[in-house]
Nanobody, 126 residues
Framework: QLQLVESGGGLVQSGGSLRLSCKTT????????IGWFRQAPGKEREALSC????????NYKNSENGRFVISRDNAEDTVFLQMNNLNPGDTGTYYC???????????????????WGQGTQVTVSS
């Protein structure tokens, strides 16, 4: 059972930035594609982005106008979501998810992931 831990959330003013991290305990993220998802208050969870196991492929569900960038550092065994120019509409709980992949690809669908973290809260004030 892969356990994922998100961190880096918090309270930020509109226009600010945050970098979220996704790590695992007692294992490695190396063989897994990782996705980032967000659930805003009162809304369904939505996909944001994903990165393949080797980092060679990334995908974004919505453009987010280029404000969000996913990356991974396999040496640090961490996947990041850099979020810039945040606005109150970005408020929500952010989750990372993992799926074992043999190919260097990833999915931006919830159904494409088996393992999920508990989420980290991001609040953007106006």
């Amino acid at each position: 059972q892969l356990q994922l831990v998100e961190s880096g959330g918090g309270l930020v003013q509109s226009g600010g930035s945050l970098r979220l991290s996704c790590k695992t305990t007692r294992s490695t993220l190396g063989p897994y594609a990782i996705g980032w998802f967000r659930q805003a208050p009162g809304k369904e969870r939505e996909a944001l982005s994903c990165v393949s196991r080797n980092g060679g492929f990334t995908n974004y569900k919505n453009s987010e106008n280029g404000r969000f960038v996913i990356s991974r550092d396999n040496a640090e065994d961490t996947v990041f979501l850099q979020m810039n120019n945040l606005n109150p509409g970005d408020t929500g709980t952010y989750y990372c998810a993992a799926e074992l992949k043999y190919l260097d690809t990833c999915s931006v669908r919830e159904s494409g992931y088996t393992f999920w973290g508990q989420g980290t809260q991001v609040t953007v004030s106006s």
